[in-house]
């Protein structure tokens, strides 16, 4: 924008240059050379009444002497007969011929016999009854006129030059202030964009972008407000019903150890696994809500380290299963998080790779980039899923086996579309299932 406003400004003062200065300087011009005229043809009037009127020749030899001293031009006469008069030789041409026959003559010559641009001019000498008796012709040399009409331009181009210049900065000062708003309003909205919710705009600049500015900061204001009030909700009933549910299993257990009737144990038992997918679909709602209220800001997280934790972590339980758990992690390698979502996504997806994997098979944790992007992909060699199924299974409440409780996957999908990521599934050669997870680069165009 800055860029646009000082090409516009200096093309503005260009075109007003053009039509305010390029006349002047011709009329100028133009002027100067009327000016020349006029007193040429003058001196070649009076020179032509002397000689007409029958002036001595002591009187024109005179007068020639003192017009040539003047001017540097030279003077010529000629007789009525084209025969060169006061002694000076005189070269015959068209202007001159037209003088003898009545005619003032006018010429613009680029090589005159002064050797130089020159400025002709003939007129006929008449006696008092008005018949032609001779000519004469002024050679005015326009040297001088022409370097004082570049004189005017040269002031011209240089003066033209300099206010383009001054144009410049001062439009370049102009545009950056006029620009500051905006650019502050820029600032704002993209860290309001990337999650900080507490940054506001700064409200300077002129009425519109002050209402602008107003505008965002009561929205940002509003959407603050309103995410805090659904993270305390979600901490009031992650409260509410987590102890009523172990309580419940609690009392289940006890009883279930009280009673020596086969039925009834059958019976508890039953309970007690209910009890135990309900305080399962609990969790895994209140992990949904409390990764959609999050407003975290993303910040460099070390991939590889966090990957080798939480492969540590599920080792013991991949062993308890007769599963190999393998690492394949490039190291060094740097995403922009939120920091807690990796270890989450992490979680639910070798949660469900174990699930799904046969005992004495392999499972996969890999950890690679390239130059904008990081892959972390779970590989597991169950029996994977259908197609259908693999675009199902991140919806809310789709299991595609017992016992889930449908809410892993979404909650992984929105871990990683938080950080910018994105998340699926693929089958494996040999048979099996793989979700490939991307991540923004830390420090890279992808991370903005």
């Not at 993209?190 to 705009?201: E, I, K, W």
């Not at 305080?279 to 380290?305: C, F, H, K, M, T």
């Not at 339980?317 to 190999?324: C, I, L, M, Q």
């Amino acid at each position: 924008m800055q860029r646009r406003l000082v090409t516009s400004s200096l093309l503005l003062v260009v075109i007003a240059l053009a039509v305010f200065t390029v006349p002047v300087g011709i009329s100028l011009g133009d002027l100067l050379r009327a000016n020349l005229l006029e007193g040429a043809l003058r001196d070649a009037r009076t020179i032509a009444f002397l000689q007409g009127d029958g002036g001595s020749e002591a009187t024109l030899r005179s007068l020639r002497t003192e017009f040539e001293a003047q001017s540097h031009g030279r003077v010529e006469l000629v007789d009525a007969q084209g025969r060169p008069a006061l002694g000076r030789d005189v070269r015959p041409g068209a202007a001159l011929d037209a003088a003898l026959r009545g005619e003032e003559g006018v010429e613009w010559l680029d090589d005159s016999r002064l050797g130089t641009p020159a400025l002709v001019i003939s007129a006929p000498a008449r006696d008092a009854s008005g018949a032609v008796v001779g000519a004469v012709r002024i050679t005015y040399p326009t040297v001088a006129l022409e370097q004082q009409i570049r004189t005017i331009w040269t002031f011209r181009i240089v003066a033209g030059i300099a206010t383009l210049a001054l144009t410049a900065v001062l439009a370049l000062l102009m545009a950056r202030s006029l620009t500051r708003p905006l650019r502050s309003l820029q600032a704002a909205a993209t860290r309001f964009g990337q999650g900080d919710l507490s940054v506001r705009a700064e409200e300077i600049g002129p009425d519109e972008t002050r209402r602008v500015a107003r505008a965002i900061n009561i929205g940002a204001h509003r959407i603050d407000q309103l995410l805090s009030a659904k993270r305390d909700f979600v901490a009031d009933v992650s409260h509410q019903l987590r102890s009523p549910l172990t309580a419940l299993r609690l009392g289940l257990d006890n009883v279930h150890d009280l009673s020596d009737e086969p039925r009834a144990r059958e019976a508890l038992d039953g309970a007690i696994a209910e009890v135990v997918r309900m305080s399962r679909l609990v969790n895994d709602l209140l992990a949904l809500a409390r990764a959609q209220a999050e407003d975290g800001i993303r910040e460099p997280v070390r991939v590889d380290g966090v990957a080798r934790t939480r492969a540590e972590a599920w080792r013991a339980a991949a062993d308890d299963k007769g599963v190999r758990l393998r690492e394949v992690v490039e190291p060094g390698v740097t995403a922009s998080l939120i920091p807690g979502h990796l270890e989450q996504v992490l979680d639910n997806l070798i949660a469900n790779a174990l699930d799904a994997a046969p005992e004495g098979s392999a499972l996969t944790l890999a950890v690679s980039a390239d130059r904008d992007r990081v892959l972390v992909s779970v590989a597991d060699r169950g029996p994977g899923l259908s197609r259908e199924h693999r675009e199902r299974a991140f919806d809310r409440f789709w299991r595609g086996r017992p016992g889930g409780t449908g809410l892993g996957l979404a909650i992984v999908r929105q871990l990683v579309e938080d950080d910018q990521g994105a998340v699926a599934l693929h089958d494996v050669p040999g048979g099996g299932l793989e979700a490939r997870v991307t991540f923004p680069r830390a420090g890279t165009r992808a991370d903005s």
